[in-house]
């Protein structure tokens, strides 16, 4: 069966956007050939650390949000744990909250989108 799961990578800052591309590119053909299906994915940037990691207070944040089997999980952190351009990375599993709010999210029903939309739909109609 599979579950909903999210990652956060964070990768180098040293590294290009065509060798962070180039690592994404990797982790998606490992999902796609253990049949992992993307729900979404979200590049965050160039973003300041909470903490120095490597003497880097800087890193590139990309999420993915999958669904897969619970055993491919291991061989996917197996594989950050091999990749010298990452600098941390956690998985974790979504709980039937998590994947409504991801899915409230994305229709722009919840989280900083939401009260945005709630603004624009007040102007419209005053």
Same mark, same amino acid.
């Given at each position: 069966? %599979?579950?909903?799961? $999210?990652?956060? #990578?964070?990768?180098?800052? !040293?590294?290009?956007? $065509?060798?962070?591309?180039?690592? &994404? /590119?990797?982790?998606?053909?490992? @999902?796609?050939?253990?049949? /992992?299906? #993307?729900?979404? $994915?979200? %590049?965050?940037? @160039?973003?300041?650390? /909470?903490? =120095? &990691?490597?003497?880097?207070? %800087?890193? #590139?944040?990309? #999420? ?6 619970? =055993?491919?999980?291991?061989? !996917?952190? &197996?594989?950050?744990? +091999?990749?010298?351009?990452?600098? +941390?990375? !956690? ?12 899915? +409230?999210? +994305?229709?722009? !029903? /919840? ?16």
């Amino acid at each position: 069966m %599979n579950k909903h799961y $999210e990652t956060v #990578i964070i990768f180098s800052p !040293l590294l290009s956007e $065509e060798d962070v591309k180039k690592g &994404i /590119a990797r982790y998606h053909k490992l @999902l796609q050939d253990h049949d /992992a299906k #993307i729900v979404e $994915e979200r %590049n965050w940037g @160039l973003k300041q650390l /909470a903490y =120095p &990691i490597d003497a880097k207070s %800087n890193g #590139i944040y990309y #999420i993915m949000e999958f669904t897969a089997p619970g =055993p491919f999980v291991n061989k !996917l952190e &197996i594989e950050f744990k +091999r990749d010298e351009s990452l600098l +941390r990375f !956690l998985t974790v599993a979504l709980d039937k909250y998590g994947v409504d709010y991801n899915n +409230r999210r +994305r229709q722009g !029903l /919840a989280g900083k989108n939401k009260t945005v939309n709630a603004e624009k739909t007040e102007e419209v109609n005053p």
